[in-house]
């Protein structure tokens, strides 16, 4: 997928379908640091069921021009290429 935005340093873009478990893992992972500045998610927000719905929607509404909503995606090397990294 082409970025949403680039930089020579970032690269933010929407997660692809097998990306899921990545962003699942970096919520999981992070939820208490990003308490303080995060809304309050819904009980399945931590599922897969919830983010297959999110990602194929975000997609959606990106090709109809109608929202960006770039979500944290799994990183793919020390240059930044996407929201997060490792």
């Known amino acids: 997928m082409r970025p949403l935005i680039e930089t020579d340093r970032l690269q933010l873009r929407l997660p692809e379908p097998e990306e899921i478990p990545e962003v699942i893992r970096f919520y999981t992972e992070n939820q208490e640091h990003l308490r ?40 793919a090397g020390p240059t930044g290429s996407s929201a997060t990294s490792r």
């Open 36 to 75: 303080p500045w995060s809304p309050t998610f819904p009980q399945e927000f931590l599922g897969e069921p919830y983010w297959r719905v999110q990602v194929t929607q975000r997609q959606a509404d990106h090709d109809a021009g109608a929202a960006e909503r770039p979500s944290p995606t799994p990183g």
